[in-house]
């Protein structure tokens, strides 16, 4: 057990900290979950997350200057809206936080029991 503890502590310092905090893993949770290459409006995200105007604005912005989220500006109807996507190098340390944190909770990196 020390030994898969110390691992996973090895493990976890080629993560980015900044990404561990609900709001950040929800958001790019739902933005991966999208095509490649779309994205999807704040209110979209508001409205499916849940997450209040503010802790959505910052975290929003903290994952653009990570360069997790790329914003684009669309034009929906008349009216012009930010859109956001993951880029590749969100989607991947998102994956490897995944592939982590299901070590962390008893499985291997296919979430199968260790």
């Not at 903290?62 to 790329?70: D, F, T």
């Not at 936080?97 to 008893?106: A, R, S, Y």
């Amino acid at each position: 057990m020390r030994d898969g503890l110390l691992g996973l502590v090895g493990e976890s310092k080629a993560l980015n900290s900044k990404l561990f905090s609900l709001p950040r893993l929800l958001i790019l949770s739902a933005l991966e979950e999208l095509p490649e290459g779309e994205g999807a409006t704040y209110r979209e995200l508001k409205a499916s997350l849940g997450l209040g105007d503010g802790v959505l604005f910052a975290n929003l912005n903290v994952l653009a200057e990570m360069g997790y989220v790329k914003l684009e500006t669309v034009k929906v109807g008349n009216e012009k809206m930010t859109s956001y996507a993951v880029t590749n190098q969100g989607r991947e340390e998102f994956r490897m936080v995944k592939i982590w944190m299901k070590k962390l909770l008893g499985g291997d990196e296919h979430g199968k029991p260790a």
